[in-house]
């Protein structure tokens, strides 16, 4: 399975995700999206804060390089290729069968399936039961195990995008558009509810839509191999961290009590995805998760075309999404089937050609790839590796793990590096090429031959952090000719904690407090090619003699300075009362959090932006308030005697905010980062310029 043509919608910062325009939160893991806030400020602010198309980050496509995987065989069989995308369960990757040369797609597990063994043979039970569904409206289950530590599943590769970019491409879909498309979706129900399977997770995100060579839009459910068995009640409907297992937008109130999970709980999330499609939003919005959940279970739905007047369902469409949107089960369509029953009926009555939705034989023939491997092929793979001799195999198999035993010592005698010297070691332009190196780290390189003209040269490093410390100090002297970022990927992780993007050529980094857990970690440094500005990303530049200087060791963090990571609860640096935090936002999206103690009775935070020399005018410092009277309002933070018309946004040299009265369950905090200057110079930038100057938080107390 994969995802192509252009995307109009918003990323989630933790998992991904790439989640609707309307939505306040990220439909996998409940992850606040990052531009949600924009919706609530006047039109004019919003242009400001996020323009209306920014092109793509160059180095989102560098990341790949540090993914251990790419290039692996799992399971000896499936040769991982290229990221697809990730989710709340786990990373999906396009893989080629290297036995039979056809491409499919592996999705790997994480999170509690892979630590806990009883979770996974429950799991491992469950896809057994997904792997039968056949049905041509079904993403196929081939193969799925644990191997080399990792618990995977072999799916078909499907060519197409998901629902919820097709509609937030389209704003809305037509009902005889949307009707094909859930017709479908109840075909691959109906098989996996005769079979004891509910879906309990059905939302656009898991309905592949592909374009058949007839034109026709076929729908394919995804993640069946991680729903739940009606009749296993082994499973708890909450997560070991407290989550509940489903997304809030499409959830049947009685999977929200924590009720038995039956086909009916699919039924209503079918009804909110047809109530999704023709309306271009969901029936329930509120600002958090549980505030939908909530209404999921107390409100009506206000009916489509109500809530769309222009729409002009018919009364019978209507009628038919609020019954599967009806609070009691029993009020719903008893089955998928009969869901589909009425849906067909409504399609009848328009003239629409449905035969084709229901003729399994050419619907599986519509979208046929031969690049994309198929069940039979990798089931006769199996039964033909089955017939062979085991005792042969391993015959051939000790021989040849003897034979690269003897070329692997005489590979390693002949060229192994040389002691290390302070400087890097070509070639180290990926993951797997780098060498672990002692602690503290000291090294000097370049970024000279880049690797072709779109990805510039790339230095990986190891390094073992010491138990014992947890607390580090990370310098990087630069070159003056480009911009760099230096990302620190932790233990066993795809994915770095942490991105230091310097935004210009000869600027600096120096992050006096970072905490870091021990273990071995990987140090990348890489050009930065960020799109500042609307002209789009830098060129890839090279530099073959000026070197940087890259340290990283152990330090001790003072109170009256910041402490990294600090963006989020309960990461925010607490500030004593009558003392300042000296801090800086040095990297690009840099975001700091700056909390009162629990033990305040009443407090008051000032704030005072780069007091020695005015910051880049192109960059502004944004102060937004969580707790009191201004909670979630941003205010811009100016240089005292900068040139800013008159505004109830902007305020000169120094910001004080209102009195506020702590809650030690929630103490206030103020939110510190960069944002594009309004009042900057033509034409403004897309992402603000850091920079290395201080800020300082002084907390006042009464």
């Known amino acids: 399975m994969t995802l192509g043509g252009p995307s109009l919608v918003s990323p989630c910062r933790r998992c991904g995700t790439q989640n609707p325009n309307f939505a306040k939160f990220c439909a996998n893991c409940g992850h606040a999206v990052v531009n949600a806030r924009l919706s609530t400020l006047p039109p004019t602010e919003r242009a400001v804060a996020k323009p209306a198309s920014v092109p793509p980050s160059a180095n989102a496509r560098e990341l790949h390089l540090a993914d251990p995987l790419i290039g692996r065989l799992i399971a000896e069989r499936y040769r991982v290729l290229e990221l697809i995308g990730r989710g709340g369960m786990g990373v999906v990757y396009k893989a080629?069968?290297?036995?039979?040369?056809?491409?499919?797609?592996?999705?790997?597990?994480?999170?509690?399936?892979?630590?806990?063994?009883?979770?996974?043979?429950?799991?491992?039970?469950?896809?057994?039961?997904?792997?039968?569904?056949s049905h041509p409206n079904t993403v196929q289950v081939f193969d799925f195990g644990e191997a080399d530590g990792l618990a995977y599943l072999?799916?078909?590769?499907?060519?197409?995008?998901?629902?919820?970019?097709?509609?937030?491409?389209?704003?809305?879909?037509?009902?005889?558009?949307?009707?094909?498309?859930?017709?479908?979706?109840?075909?691959?129900?109906?098989e996996a509810h005769d079979k004891g399977i509910v879906h309990r997770d059905l939302k656009p995100e898991n309905i592949m839509v592909v374009a058949s060579q007839a034109g026709e839009d076929i729908a394919k459910v995804l993640d069946f191999g991680l729903a739940k068995l009606r009749e296993s009640s082994e499973l708890s409907d909450v997560t070991s961290g407290g989550a509940i297992v489903g997304t809030p937008y499409y959830m049947a109130p009685e999977q929200i009590r924590g009720e038995a999970v039956t086909p009916a709980c699919d039924v209503y999330a079918l009804g909110a995805v047809l109530y999704s499609c023709l309306t271009g939003t969901v029936p329930f919005d509120a600002a958090t998760p549980m505030g939908v959940l909530t209404r999921h279970l107390i409100e009506e739905p206000v009916p489509p075309n109500v809530r769309v007047p222009e729409l002009s369902l018919s009364r019978n469409f209507e009628r038919l999404i609020l019954t599967a949107l009806s609070k009691n089960p029993t009020d719903r369509f008893p089955t998928a089937a009969a869901l589909q029953d009425a849906l067909l009926d409504e399609l009848r009555g328009t003239g629409g050609s449905v035969e084709l939705l229901l003729d399994s034989s050419q619907l599986r023939g519509?979208?046929?790839?031969?690049?994309?491997?198929?069940?039979?092929?990798?089931?006769?793979?199996?039964?033909?590796?089955?017939?062979?001799?085991?005792?042969?195999?391993?015959?051939?198999?000790?021989?040849?793990?003897?034979?690269?035993?003897?070329?692997?010592?005489?590979?390693?005698?002949?060229?192994?590096p040389p002691p290390f010297q302070g400087v890097e070691l070509e070639p180290n332009n990926a993951a797997s090429e780098a060498r672990l190196l002692p602690f503290p780290l000291v090294v000097r390189g370049h970024l000279g031959q880049r690797i072709d003209p779109q990805r510039s040269d790339r230095d990986f490093f190891k390094i073992t952090l010491p138990p014992g410390s947890d607390t580090f100090h990370l310098v990087f002297a630069p070159v003056p000719n480009l911009a760099a970022c230096i990302s620190l990927y932790p233990p066993d992780a795809q994915e770095p904690s942490g991105r230091y993007c310097t935004g210009a050529p000869d600027v600096g980094l120096d992050v006096n407090a970072l905490k870091l857990a021990p273990g071995t970690w990987l140090v990348a440094v890489m050009q930065d090619r960020e799109t500042y500005f609307e002209s789009g990303p830098p060129?890839?530049?090279?530099?073959?003699?000026?070197?940087?200087?890259?340290?990283?060791?152990?330090?001790?963090?003072?109170?009256?300075?910041?402490?990294?990571?600090?963006?989020?609860?309960?990461?925010?640096?607490?500030?004593?009362?009558?003392?300042?935090?000296?801090?800086?936002?040095?990297?690009?999206?840099?975001?700091?959090?700056?909390?009162?103690?629990?033990?305040?009775?009443?407090?008051?935070?000032?704030?005072?932006?780069?007091?020695?020399?005015?910051?880049?005018?192109?960059?502004?410092?944004?102060?937004?308030?969580?707790?009191?009277?201004?909670?979630?309002?941003?205010?811009?933070?100016?240089?005292?005697?900068?040139?800013?018309?008159?505004?109830?946004?902007?305020?000169?040299?120094?910001?004080?905010?209102?009195?506020?009265?702590?809650?030690?369950?929630?103490?206030?905090?103020?939110?510190l980062t960069l944002t594009p200057n309004p009042w900057g110079p033509v034409p403004p930038a897309v992402i603000a310029i850091p920079g290395n100057e201080e800020y300082l938080v002084r907390l006042e107390g009464a």
């Open 96 to 133: 080629e069968h290297a036995r039979i040369g056809k491409v499919l797609a592996l999705k790997l597990l994480t999170g509690e399936l892979t630590r806990d063994h009883g979770q996974l043979a429950r799991f491992k039970r469950e896809a057994e039961m997904s792997s039968r569904l």
């Open 366 to 416: 519509l979208t046929e790839d031969e690049q994309a491997a198929t069940r039979d092929e990798v089931e006769r793979y199996e039964r033909k590796l089955r017939r062979r001799s085991y005792f042969t195999w391993g015959l051939a198999g000790l021989a040849l793990l003897l034979a690269v035993a003897g070329v692997v010592r005489t590979y390693v005698t002949l060229f192994s």
């Open 154 to 190: 072999a799916m078909e590769y499907v060519r197409g995008r998901d629902l919820g970019v097709v509609v937030s491409e389209a704003g809305r879909l037509t009902a005889d558009r949307t009707a094909k498309l859930v017709v479908q979706v109840c075909s691959s129900l109906s």
């Open 539 to 671: 060129p890839v530049y090279e530099n073959v003699s000026d070197e940087y200087r890259l340290r990283l060791e152990s330090s001790t963090p003072t109170p009256e300075r910041e402490t990294e990571p600090n963006d989020a609860p309960p990461l925010g640096n607490v500030v004593t009362v009558g003392e300042t935090l000296h801090g800086r936002l040095a990297w690009a999206r840099d975001v700091d959090l700056v909390c009162a103690p629990k033990s305040a009775a009443r407090v008051r935070f000032s704030v005072e932006d780069s007091p020695d020399h005015p910051r880049s005018r192109y960059s502004v410092l944004e102060v937004t308030s969580h707790g009191g009277a201004n909670n979630g309002i941003p205010v811009r933070v100016h240089h005292a005697g900068a040139s800013v018309p008159a505004s109830a946004r902007d305020v000169m040299g120094n910001w004080r905010g209102p009195w506020i009265m702590v809650d030690p369950q929630a103490p206030p905090c103020v939110e």
